[in-house]
Each structure stands twice: as structure tokens, then as C-alpha cells.
């Protein structure tokens, strides 16, 4: 019988060594989430790593690892050095692609070495992949981390479809040519029969690049190549709505939050949450809330910013700096508006569980998601179909990938402070019927382009991308 095979950096469960032995904790949110249904019900294995390196673990260990991952998850493990892990994910992939996707390119790398490590541990994904690959199987390869496979795997199965899924942006043409293996990489993933990115923008990058670099023209989004055809397609990933919509707050939250977000009932409440990153704009949305509190002296004491950062690439200079920056500008901001009575921004450095999640959601008057670029941001949706009672309000920066779905939210330029401040106020001040409409229009889109949603539509078209001719006019 033929099989799905899920390949991405990590695994949907995640290994841990401590003192008295191996922990196994499942992962939620995001692909997890999207493919947990098919993985728990189909035919199917998930490869990827499992979070500890290979080094730290005895051979015993590293057997028992793989048995309990393939006979209690259904994944299979890609065993990865420490040296690995140090010069392919933080090296290749944070200190290369990662910044040069999201268009900060005075803060991309350049090193043989990393080039090298990725190229290494793409093959040995493909090599602890190919033993599985049988005639018929489909496989779904997901992210930056794997963009060399879909070839590798084409070349020894060049009849099995193979999807690839990008989570990030693929930037424009003048960017991406800075690359210096720019052609590898499209040759890469050129190895897939599907492509799939979370907007039209994006796989219009892609397809200007491959015309330029490669010199492959496009016929609605599909490419003749010698040994197959490639699809290129927009799928917005969506969120599990119905989680959002109907988890209760009050037997799931936990107490700490509820009393937490109890005592903020006497203030209106605006929420940031992000992941530490460079990208998501968070010293940027600090000063536009400054400038907010600056602009509209009669909020002062009356609304505050509720900062939920999760903890990411810790130990990192870059992001150790930026979680340094923060400090400084919460510090900052609180010196200069707080009061006896009242503290502007309150700034909790932590990851929250999703119940917890939902229960600042609803409680919230706002959610100020202003990424500098994001391939699509989840919160935002999150947000959105967690306010049932349709009484929230988005502000987001036209550079998140969600903005081009949820066109009802306030968009602003995350470079504009001013325009941040004034959309703040916009929200806050915005008439209960406009809110109703705009959320309930969004809620409409959020509910029905679901994760499940997202995850069907690309197997089925991944399942039924054309074998046959394409008819190719030259541009
Ligand atoms: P991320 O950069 O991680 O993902 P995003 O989509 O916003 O960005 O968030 C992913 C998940 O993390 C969400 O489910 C959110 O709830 C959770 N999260 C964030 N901060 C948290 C916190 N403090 N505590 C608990 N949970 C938190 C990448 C891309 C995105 C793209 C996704 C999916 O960068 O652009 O949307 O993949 O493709």
C-alpha cells in the first residue's frame, strides 16, 4: 500500500535527555497541528530530527530513541551531530537564509563551511528517507531547512510526487539573486512535482527567480522540466478555528492567567505575542506605543500593552541583544508614562500554553501583530477566532502574509509609528457594528481555510499535479 512520508527539520515530538532518562513531549501549534489527523489515522511517517544531538546520546540511547519514535509516533529519527545542528540550522539556515528570506540582508553571512554543512545534512535526511521511498508513496517535505531534497529524492524516485512547503517568504528577485548558491537551491527544489508558498507574492518571486536564474518559463504556474512538471501554488496555512473558537476560558486557563487577566479589567488591554525574533518588529511596536501614549495623552493610565514573548534561539548574540533591547525600551517606556497606579507595558518573557494563549486572547481589546516580514503569522488568526463575541481588533503591518487574507484589519506600515499609534486609536475608538462586520467576515475566512483545510488541499493537488506535457509559452 502506498504511503504519505512527512519530512521536516523537527519532528512533531520532541526528545529530551534529563538525569533520570529520555522524555518524549509532543509538539502543538502549526504543522503539528495541520497533519496531526492524517499522521494519526493514515498511512503515513514523519522524518525529522529529534531535538537532542546525536553526540549526546549512547548507542543504547539512540536505539531506544528510534524504536519508541517509530513504534509509539510513527516518525522516523534523523540522527544529527552537535557540529551539524552549530553549522546547518544555526549556521546555513539562521545566519543565511533565514535573514536573507526576510530581506535583512546587511545581516546575512556568507560561509563555505555552513553552504557545506547544509548540502551534508540534506543528504543525510535523504539518506535516512530513501530506504522508505517505495513506488507510489507521496512525500511532503516542509521548510528553509530542506530546500536541497525534493532533487535528491527525484533523482533515485523519479516517479514518487514530491510537495514541498516554504513557512517563510520567498523574497523578491533582486534579493534572493544575492544569494551566492541562488541556483542550487532553486535546482533544489526543483526536484518537487508542487511548490507550495502562503501567498501569491511569493510564488511570484519564486517563479521570477526561476525564469531569470534557471531560464524555465511558466504556463499557470507549471514548468516543463525534461523529467517532470512543477506546479507552483499559493496555500495560506490556516489554524485549528475550532480550538480557538471553542475552548472555554475559564476551565482550561490557568489560574495564574485568569487571575492575571482579571486584575487588568479596570484598563483597555492591548496584546503582542511573537516568538523573539528580529523579524516580528517588537522594538519597533514598543516606540509605536510610545508614540501612541505620546500622541493621545487622554489614554494614559487607561490602556496597557500586555508583551508575550516566547523564549527562541537563546544563547544566540543577535537575539540575546534584541531580548537586551526590549528590556531597555519597556524600561523605558514605563520610566517615562508609568504612574504610581499604573505600568504602560507589562512584559512577560515566557511561553505560554495555548489554553493560557486563548485566555489573554479574549481578554484582550487589541492585538498589535507589526512583523518587519513573516511568511504568514498564525497569531493573528489565533486572535481572531479566539474573540467570539467579535469585540477585538487586529492591527497588522502589511509585511505579514496574513494581511493579504484578513484585508478587515487595521494595516499599517510597521516603519510609520505614527501610522501604529493611530491605528491603535482606531481600533480602541472603532464602533461596535464596523467591529462586528469586519470580524465576523474574518471569522467566516478563518473558519473555513482551516489547518485541515491547508493540509488537504495540498495533497490532493500534490496527488493529482499533472505527469503529462505542458504546453510552454516563452514570456
Ligand atoms: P513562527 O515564526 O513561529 O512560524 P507564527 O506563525 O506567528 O510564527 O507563530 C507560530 C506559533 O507560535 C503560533 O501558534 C503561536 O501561538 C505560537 N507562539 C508565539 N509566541 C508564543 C508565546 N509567547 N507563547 C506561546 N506560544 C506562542 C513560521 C513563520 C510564520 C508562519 C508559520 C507557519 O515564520 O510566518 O506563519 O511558520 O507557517
Redesign the pocket.
Known amino acids: 500500500m502506498s504511503k504519505t512520508i512527512f519530512v521536516s527539520n523537527r519532528l512533531p515530538v520532541t526528545v529530551s535527555k534529563h538525569e533520570s532518562g529520555l522524555e518524549y513531549k509532543e509538539s502543538i501549534?502549526?504543522?503539528a497541528t495541520g497533519l496531526k489527523n492524517y499522521h494519526e489515522q493514515g498511512s503515513t511517517v514523519w522524518a525529522g530530527w529529534p531535538g537532542v544531538a546525536q553526540d549526546d546520546l549512547s548507542e543504547e540511547e539512540s536505539s531506544s530513541v528510534a524504536d519508541t519514535l517509530r513504534n509509539d509516533y510513527k516518525c522516523l529519527s534523523v540522527p544529527l551531530t552537535s557540529d551539524d545542528i552549530e553549522q546547518y540550522y544555526h549556521g546555513f539556515c539562521n545566519e543565511t537564509i533565514w535573514p536573507l528570506f526576510h530581506y535583512f540582508t546587511s545581516a546575512v553571512e556568507y560561509k563555505k563551511e555552513t553552504w557545506e554543512a547544509y548540502q551534508r545534512v540534506n543528504r543525510k535526511f535523504f539518506d535516512s528517507v530513501d530506504p522508505l521511498i517505495e513506488e507510489g508513496d507521496t512525500i511532503w517535505i516542509h521548510d528553509y531547512q530542506l530546500m536541497l531534497l525534493p532533487q535528491m529524492i527525484r533523482e533515485k524516485h523519479p516517479d514518487v510526487k514530491i510537495g514541498f512547503f516554504l513557512?517563510?517568504p520567498f523574497p523578491s528577485y533582486e534579493i534572493y539573486r544575492q544569494m551566492i548558491w541562488r541556483d542550487e537551491i532553486l535546482q533544489g527544489l526543483m526536484g518537487a512535482n508542487l511548490i507550495g508558498f502562503?501567498t501569491y507574492d511569493y510564488v511570484r518571486h519564486f517563479l521570477s527567480s526561476v525564469r531569470r536564474l534557471l531560464g524555465h518559463e511558466h504556463s499557470l504556474y507549471k514548468m516543463q522540466l525534461e523529467s517532470h512538471v512543477v506546479q507552483v501554488d499559493a496555500f495560506p496555512?490556516g489554524?485549528d478555528y475550532d480550538y480557538f473558537a471553542k475552548t472555554p476560558t475559564k476551565e482550561n486557563a490557568s489560574q495564574e492567567t485568569m487571575d492575571f487577566v482579571k486584575s487588568t479589567q479596570n484598563v483597555r488591554n492591548i496584546i503582542s505575542?511573537?516568538?523573539l525574533?528580529y523579524?516580528?518588529g517588537i522594538p519597533d511596536r514598543i516606540k509605536a506605543f510610545k508614540q501612541f501614549l505620546s500622541n493621545y495623552p487622554e489614554y494614559r493610565e487607561k490602556v496597557r500593552l500586555n508583551l508575550?514573548?516566547?523564549p527562541?534561539r537563546v544563547g544566540i548574540e543577535k537575539y540575546d541583544n534584541l531580548k537586551r533591547e526590549i528590556e531597555e525600551l519597556v524600561s523605558e517606556v514605563n520610566g517615562e508614562y508609568g504612574t504610581f497606579n499604573w505600568m504602560p507595558v507589562w512584559f512577560?518573557f515566557?511561553?505560554?500554553?495555548?489554553d493560557d494563549?486563548i485566555a489573554f486572547y479574549r481578554h484582550s481589546d487589541v492585538l498589535l501583530v507589526t512583523?518587519l516580514r513573516?511568511?504568514?503569522?498564525?497569531?493573528?488568526k489565533?486572535y481572531v477566532a479566539s474573540r467570539t463575541d467579535y469585540k477585538g481588533m487586529l492591527v497588522m503591518s502589511e509585511t505579514?502574509?496574513?494581511a493579504s487574507e484578513l484585508g478587515e484589519a487595521i494595516i499599517v506600515n510597521t516603519n510609520d509609528h505614527e501610522a501604529i499609534a493611530a491605528g491603535i486609536k482606531m481600533a480602541l475608538e472603532m464602533p461596535e457594528d464596523d467591529k462586528m462586520d469586519r470580524n465576523k467576515n474574518m471569522h467566516r475566512r478563518i473558519s473555513r481555510y482551516n489547518v485541515k483545510f491547508w493540509a488537504e488541499e495540498f495533497l490532493n493537488t500534490l496527488q493529482g499535479s499533472p505527469e503529462e506535457k505542458i504546453h510552454t509559452e516563452p514570456l
Open positions: 501549534g502549526g504543522l513557512h517563510i502562503h496555512m489554524i505575542v511573537d516568538r525574533d523579524t516580528k508575550i514573548i516566547a527562541s512577560f515566557r511561553t505560554v500554553s495555548q494563549l512583523p513573516d511568511g504568514m503569522n498564525l497569531v493573528a489565533e505579514a502574509g496574513a
